[in-house]
């Protein structure tokens, strides 16, 4: 019984995951056609031009991420600890999702770590909604970031876009458990049909 639960959850979850994506390239592409400076609105956190072009579902919101209870992909650092922790703003979609805006820091070759807000917009949303489990990166929440050069939106997750930093570039199954694990899965659960098929979503 546990593994078919398990089995039909993997599935609930892979739908709402592929429905999140669906709905912001939808929205984002909708707003490149219209020649929408994407740049402005994500780093303005400009709710009323997003409001023309994501549907609100008019969902009930945590007021900051801390209230959100996110975790890392293991479950064993709070988001609000982590490097990519700077969500802000969240935006409820029509389906009871949750979009949040934020900061994307990234890791320079002495181990400091620096924001570029204005080159890196982190986009992220809890497929499943608030208040529904596992509420962890990789599992139910997944982070898609802004394309300066390109002007469009991408799945964190592709070591060629973030080379020297493997907080963004790895998806856990290594065992390795930093505090930022999980923020670099969606593009490997775009890519991998299996991908829910073969993560724990116990909390």
């Known amino acids: 019984m546990p593994s ?17 994506n669906t709905i912001l390239q939808d929205g984002i592409l909708r707003m490149r056609n219209d020649e929408v400076d994407l740049n402005e609105v994500i780093n303005g956190r400009n709710s009323d031009i997003i409001k023309m072009y994501f549907e609100s579902g008019n969902c009930e919101l945590p007021k900051d991420e801390t209230e959100a209870g996110y975790y890392n992909y293991f479950g064993t650092h709070k988001a609000a600890g982590a490097s990519a922790s700077d969500l802000i703003q969240p935006y409820c979609l029509k389906n009871g999702m949750i979009l949040w805006f934020g900061k994307l ?12 807000d204005n080159t890196y917009s982190l986009l ?27 002007n469009m939106i991408k799945a964190v997750g592709n070591f060629n876009d973030f080379p020297s ?32 098929k073969h993560i724990s979503l116990t909390h």
């Not at 820091?105 to 570029?116: E, H, L, M, P, V």
């Not at 963004?168 to 593009?187: M, V």
């Open 4 to 20: 078919l639960i398990n089995k039909y959850q993997a599935q609930v979850l892979r739908t709402q995951f592929l429905q999140a």
């Open 105 to 116: 820091k990234i890791k320079d070759s002495s181990g400091n770590f620096w924001n570029d």
């Open 124 to 150: 992220a949303i809890d497929i499943n909604g608030w208040k529904n489990k596992p509420d962890r990166y990789g599992k139910d929440v997944f982070f898609w970031y802004l394309d300066p050069k390109y």
């Open 165 to 196: 930093n493997q907080y963004y570039t790895t998806c856990p199954g290594d065992g390795k458990n930093w505090s930022e694990a999980g923020i670099g899965c969606t593009a490997k659960a775009l890519s991998d049909p299996n991908y829910f």
